[in-house]
């Protein structure tokens, strides 16, 4: 899908963006933000963050707990009006991945939650990541990937994401069509290893999945 359709989806949905994430994640997409920023802080510490495809600012909510320099960045001007009515302190930038508007070396930090996969241009997202990260800066991503074999439990997730997920989003978003994007995406993006050798001039730290879920945490140093 072209960048610009990807972003027009998530404009389209953005005013009910975050009570979907809740009720079809069962709220466990709390959790996992925590523990990543949790594990990310045990190599860096009071971080000057950028959070890249902020959306409506579910990561940097947790990340207000542990620092106070945050900044936020997303293609879509609806989920950013969102972000924005939430945290009017915090500065946002409505910009692609894969042309921030920073000087090199800004951020200790970089998170990029459940957006990377949205991302057409990878590769020239992460080189960016790696030009505006300081010298042994920290890149966190949290991302749904592909699984490397099939499992009973996989195939039960599947079945969830692939049928009834995009009912319920669909309804509430009355956009049913973003709702069947989401796992029409994660089998078309990476596993968890794929996208780990993606990061290229990075020292992978931490790569590993949740328990009972299809989401993945990546932590890596800029080398
Ligand atoms: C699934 S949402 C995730 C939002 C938020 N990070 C979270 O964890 O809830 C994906 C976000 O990525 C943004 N996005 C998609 N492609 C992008 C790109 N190329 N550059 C920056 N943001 C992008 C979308 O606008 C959307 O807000």
Redesign the pocket.
């Known amino acids: 899908m072209q960048?610009e359709k990807?972003?027009k989806m998530?404009?389209e949905i953005?005013p009910s963006?975050d009570l979907v994430?809740r009720i079809v994640s069962f709220g466990s997409?709390k959790i996992w933000?925590e523990k990543a920023i949790k594990e990310t802080l045990k190599y860096t510490k009071n971080p000057k963050v950028l959070?890249?495809?902020?959306?409506?600012?579910?990561?940097i909510e947790v990340w207000k707990k542990y620092t106070n320099d945050i900044t936020g960045?997303?293609?879509?001007a609806g989920?950013l009006e969102v972000a924005k009515k939430r945290f009017p302190d915090i500065k946002f930038y409505h910009?692609?991945?894969?042309y921030l508007p920073f000087e090199d070396k800004s951020f200790d930090v970089i998170s990029?939650?459940?957006?990377i996969r949205?991302?057409?241009e990878i590769d020239k997202?992460i080189e960016e990541f790696k030009r505006v990260l300081k010298k042994e800066g920290i890149l966190l991503i949290?991302e749904f990937t592909k699984p490397d074999k099939k499992t009973a439990l996989r195939n039960a997730i599947d079945f969830y994401s692939n049928k009834i997920l995009p009912k319920i989003g669909g309804i509430i978003s009355k956009n049913q069509e973003a709702y069947e994007y989401l796992p029409n995406s994660i089998n078309n993006f990476y596993t968890l290893n794929e996208l780990s050798q993606k990061l290229k001039g990075f020292e992978i730290k931490v790569a590993r999945n949740f328990n009972l879920s299809p989401t993945s945490m990546i932590i890596a140093k800029k080398i």
């Open positions: 960048q990807i972003v998530f404009d953005a963006y994430n997409d933000r959070d890249v495809a902020c959306g409506s600012g579910d990561m960045l997303d293609a879509s989920m910009a692609l991945a894969q990029i939650s459940f957006g949205n991302v057409v997202a949290l």
